[in-house]
């Protein structure tokens, strides 16, 4: 199965955006090696927009002068024991303004095929105008035409016989959860672009709650791509986006500079346990199971009866956790759980409701129950 658990991997654009070359690229794999993130399991290196060039007269498209053989490239990836990913639109431009594959949606596919490609994010971009022109004053219409768009890409990637991720980019528009797999997709954008700011950050992963249910093994929401790592988000900050996303079951794409990466980022980004949280074979998203003010608890199933459970705090001072707070009966336990805390890395023997803990401004606690 594609995606059996929630993609893990690297995507260009929220550090490099529409200045990623080849050797970006390269380096990149080099050094989700070297700093141990492949090992992790973060295994796809995708190229985000701004890759295209031309199209040659038999409709072909090439690779651009910062891209001068993608084939070499993906191998090049390959040999690193990694997975390279590729950018395109159902329409005819892409969101940067090169070319996309209206038209050429089987000849696109066979193309990546041929380069070696394993994953194919679809960026619904210029196909919006297509949508209205063909389908004026009809929402209905236009939804039906975009179904038709990702399908059709759909059906390409399957005729090429090589297994490919399939990650829809609309946005979430159309409640693509509730169609997103008739459509072949291993995983769709629930929301618009993220910032390296909190307040997007934390708007995108706490408006996930509710669709837990539309999310399992082969298909995933997404709530798009970390920022861990960048802008001027605090370490708990950091600390809250990756526990958020591995409660999400999330895809984890990291966006930061790798060649920079700090420390105290690179423990956030490679902590075992959360990462184990996030790939959890149970393959079930996690959801809010308490919320008051600023405080929200969520949990998320995991296998052997065990749960993930989050106590976030996004006021912008430290709080307590008040008395018989932790909702431990909602969650399906009885009494007293054993607990572990992934963020301090120590176990904690039994607790219960009553179980005491300050968790910073912006910052979180993250423990497995059992």
């Known amino acids: 199965m594609v995606a059996a658990t929630p993609p893990m991997g690297w995507n260009s654009w929220n550090f490099f955006a529409g200045k990623v070359t080849d050797k970006d690229i390269r380096d990149t794999a080099d050094l989700l090696v070297s700093s141990g993130m492949r090992d992790a399991g ?17 409709g072909k498209i090439q690779s651009n002068e910062k891209f001068p053989d993608m084939k070499a490239l993906a191998d090049y990836v390959h040999s690193k ?87 829809l980019c609309q ?8 169609w997103g797999p008739e459509v072949g997709a291993n995983l769709w954008r629930t929301t618009g672009d993220i910032s390296a700011n909190f307040d997007r950050m934390s708007l995108i992963g706490r408006s996930q709650a509710g669709l837990a249910k539309f999310a399992g093994p082969g298909h995933w929401n997404d709530p798009d791509m970390l920022e861990v790592g960048n802008g001027r988000l605090t370490l708990d900050e950091n600390q809250t986006h990756m526990t958020l996303w591995a409660m999400l079951a999330a895809p984890l ?23 184990a949280i996030d790939q959890d074979a149970l393959g079930r998203q996690g959801d809010r199971v308490f ?22 705090n996004y006021g912008e001072s430290p709080s307590e956790m008040r008395k018989d707070n932790l909702h431990l009966k909602e969650m399906g336990f009885a009494g007293a759980v054993t607990a572990r805390d992934v963020w301090a890395g120590k176990d904690l023997g039994k607790i219960t409701d009553a179980y005491k803990v300050t968790i910073p401004k912006h910052g979180v606690v993250l423990l497995v129950v059992r």
């Open 253 to 275: 794409i990291a966006g930061n500079n790798l060649t920079v990466m700090k420390p105290e980022i690179a423990a956030i980004l490679m902590n075992k346990e959360a990462i």
């Open 81 to 167: 024991g990694l997975k390279l990913g590729i950018y395109s639109s159902p329409g005819a431009k892409t969101c940067a303004g090169y070319e996309g594959s209206l038209g050429h949606e089987a000849q696109d596919a066979a193309t990546y095929a041929e380069w070696g490609i394993d994953y194919l994010k679809y960026d619904l971009c210029s196909y919006g105008g297509v949508m209205k022109t063909q389908a004026p004053n009809d929402p209905a219409g236009q939804n039906r035409l975009m179904h038709e768009a990702y399908e059709k890409m759909h059906q390409a990637i399957l005729e090429t016989g090589r297994p490919m991720v399939y990650s």
């Open 291 to 312: 919320a008051d003010g600023p405080l929200e608890i969520w949990a998320k199933p995991l296998k052997n009866g065990a749960k993930a459970v989050a106590i976030f």
């Open 171 to 178: 946005y979430g528009m159309d409640s693509v959860w509730e």
């Open 42 to 58: 973060y295994v796809y290196v995708n190229i985000d927009d701004t890759w295209e060039g031309k199209r040659d007269t038999d």
